[in-house]
């Protein structure tokens, strides 16, 4: 259907501006009209290739989820990261595995699974400002007990010490130190 007005209009293709014929024309030319035809009928074939890929990926992937026993590779792929992470976490003991030879090693899908729990929160009451007379701050301790600040921390972090922040200092009760560094009662 033609008319007798003309329209200026951008192509979609080239994004070039012509003279359309119709209101309905999206092409400069018959060039660009088949470029944009290839580039659709191309974008369907991936689209197509994708949502196989995705189906075959989402199958092993349940596959995985029900094994007991998974190889390093299988755990890297269910977890989505490299194998030398893997290896890595084993290594650190944050992963516990079995080596059955020196080639294959396999690791409990419970122990991967226990990654991700979280940590049991401790209800620990935070001393107040009266009590704080029962506490020291980090300062003192170092200069009470003639420690460094990395072997105070590393100390506190072995024993599992608590340590409470108020304000701009941290504290760690007196009664907990004396523990560790006078275990005989016997104060410096």
């Known amino acids: 259907m033609s008319s007798n007005f003309t329209v200026k209009k951008v192509c979609e293709q080239c994004g070039g501006i012509f003279v359309a014929k119709t209101t309905v024309s999206r092409f400069c030319s018959k060039a660009c009209n088949s470029k944009n035809y290839k580039l659709r009928l191309r974008n369907d074939k991936i689209t197509a290739t994708q949502k196989v890929v995705r189906e075959v990926i989402g199958h092993q992937m349940e596959e995985l989820s029900t094994l007991e026993f998974l190889s390093v590779k299988a755990a890297a792929k269910l977890l989505g990261v490299s194998d030398k992470i893997v290896y890595s976490m084993i290594k650190l003991g944050r992963l516990k595995a079995t080596n059955l030879s020196v080639r294959k090693t396999i690791i409990n899908r419970a122990d991967l699974d226990r990654l991700f729990e979280l940590p049991e929160v401790i209800d620990v009451k935070t001393p107040n400002s009266s009590n704080l007379s029962d506490c020291c701050h980090m300062g003192e301790a170092q200069k009470i007990y003639n420690i460094s600040e990395k072997a105070l921390v590393e100390i506190l972090k072995r024993n599992s010490i608590p340590k409470y922040q108020v ?14 560094f006078n275990p005989g009662g016997i104060y410096a």
């Open 167 to 180: 304000g701009k200092y941290t504290y760690v009760l007196k009664s907990h130190l004396d523990k560790i």
